[in-house]
């Protein structure tokens, strides 16, 4: 379920074309507080403060422009007071908030907002982050659904997450009740998660979600385009399900209903040029409809994480391969072929099946490289994955 991706969409290995002169100055140089008065400003949303930098060439210009300037602009008065008269304790807030461990603040200038999100459309101007902000560069997939699944459906997407976490992808979501806390959950078993909230950094809601929370903090990470001290609106959700899809090579509906949440991901992921996933029900089943839905509408129909995989590993192969390089410092190996560091991998492998945290003490590899060469050796056909959470060769190109 994908439209023809134009120059922004998934290609994640490839930066998008750098800013001209002035718009690079205004997002070099533009003071944090000037993102975050233009950000906060009644009816300045991401295209229009987009606009607004365009038509400006930099914040410091935007902040310094007259009233009429700004009206001529297309900008209505609330937001022109609101540019014009800052409310000090937002920003105060904010930039308290992001003086606390793990706290970071991420503006479209920022070499660690990322690649995928800052392609759609509409990226967030800021992104207030809570955790470890470069999981929001690794590859990802969203896995939502149902608030309400069936037992069926809750041990499927733990299912389906695992195999997926242990295949290297982080698994992203939105943190609520049902199948986004079950997908975060599963991914802590053995990965990492992102969590998209649809309020300010500094609240977790649902609150029962508060110790989850705290796990996905220190491993991972939850992010927002919302600032500190918003709370839960309805319109807000919506706006969160773009930024799900945005950080992700796809969308996997586990369990929905056919007015579920989940479906406007799958719809913002269509818009992005994301693949999306669809798992099948009994057609007794209400909460399979939503996926029924999906699967007639053109979403890949998959029962199994490999199904997944193999659809994603175009994508995969280029990320990976495009880090190899500048982690090993050799050249590329050709599709099919292993590189210096692969071969280690496999030769530590030896001939009968071996969990990854062996291969990882026998090579002395970070856990995050192994589970990447894995990944990429596994979708070459090198090696396959075994019950257990093993795996085998199977075969030697040398």
């Not at 060439?57 to 297309?74: H, K, N, Q």
């Not at 997450?161 to 295949?167: D, E, F, G, I, K």
């Not at 053995?190 to 300010?200: E, F, I, K």
């Not at 998959?302 to 193999?310: F, S």
């Amino acid at each position: 379920m994908r439209i023809e991706p134009s120059t922004w969409a998934i290609g994640l290995p490839h930066r998008p074309p750098e800013p001209d002169s002035s718009r690079r100055e205004g997002l070099v140089t533009g003071d944090l507080r000037d993102w975050l008065v233009i950000a906060a400003a009644s009816g300045v949303g991401p295209r229009t403060f987009a606009r607004l930098l365009e038509h400006f060439g930099s914040l410091s210009a935007v902040m310094r422009a007259s009233p009429d300037r700004l009206a001529r602009a297309g900008l209505r008065e609330a937001a022109i007071a609101a540019i014009q008269q800052p409310d000090a304790r937002k920003l105060d807030l904010a930039l308290g908030w992001a003086e606390q461990p793990d706290a970071h603040i991420l503006t479209l200038a920022d070499p660690r907002y990322p690649l995928a999100l800052r392609e759609i459309p509409d990226p967030p101007p800021l992104l207030f982050a809570k955790g470890d902000p470069s999981a929001l560069n690794e590859p990802q997939i969203a896995v939502v659904g149902s608030r309400n699944p069936t037992p069926g459906g809750r041990e499927l997407t733990e299912e389906l997450t695992r195999q997926l976490t242990h295949c290297g992808l982080v698994i992203t979501s939105g943190l609520a009740i049902g199948i986004d806390g079950i997908a975060h959950a599963a991914a802590l078993e053995s990965g990492r998660t992102v969590a998209v909230l649809g309020t300010g950094p500094d609240l977790v809601y649902p609150a029962a979600h508060r110790d989850l929370a705290k796990r996905i903090v220190a491993s991972g990470v939850m992010v927002s385009e919302l600032p500190p001290g918003q709370g839960p609106l309805p319109q807000n959700f919506p706006r969160r399900n773009r930024i799900i899809s945005g950080l992700s090579l796809g969308v996997l509906v586990t369990e929905a209903a056919l007015k579920s949440g989940s479906l406007i991901t799958a719809r913002a992921a269509l818009e992005q040029g994301r693949e999306v996933f669809a798992v099948p029900g009994s057609i007794r089943n209400p909460m399979a409809r939503g996926c029924h839905a999906l699967i007639r509408e053109g979403a890949r129909l998959v029962e199994t994480a490999d199904e997944i995989l193999a659809e994603l590993a175009p994508q995969l192969r280029a990320l990976l391969a495009a880090e190899t390089p500048a982690e090993s410092g050799s050249e590329p190996a050709a599709a099919g072929q292993l590189d210096p560091e692969q071969c280690q991998l496999l030769d530590a492998m030896g001939f009968d099946p071996v969990a990854a945290d062996e291969l990882i003490a026998r090579t002395g590899l970070p856990a995050e490289r192994i589970s990447s060469m894995l990944l990429l050796m596994e979708l070459d056909g090198h090696v396959s994955s075994v019950p257990g959470g093993r795996y085998c060769r199977c075969r030697d190109p040398r």
